[in-house]
């Protein structure tokens, strides 16, 4: 039973503090000490729903593809966030000004982007 305890001390560090700038990132303060925010485009970047990543799958499959961007008030509103909420205790799901709301952020991939934005 010695490997019950040490699981406990390994278990993956958890947000304590969310705090979200609807036009400039997401801050979290994280329990292992841990304090980054994340820019809100690298966040829209890194959505995690089926089609954001089959997006992503088809761009990096392009050789010498340049990716075309929208009209520059859809790229903001793909930017800006209407509004997010908790999802159980394991995720966040971002509602975007353009619409999609499909990607649910895992606090896994939050910490990622977290140790990537310090």
Known sequence: MQGCSRLSD??????LDLQLDRVGGLSITWSDGLKATIPLGRLRAACPCATCRHERHEREQAVGGLPILGASGSVTAMTQV????????????????????TGIYDFRLLRELSVAAE
């Open 10 to 15: 390994q278990a993956d560090p958890t947000p």
């Open 82 to 101: 209407q509004n997010a909420e908790l999802v159980g205790h394991y995720a966040l799901r971002v509602y975007w000004e353009d619409g999609h709301s």
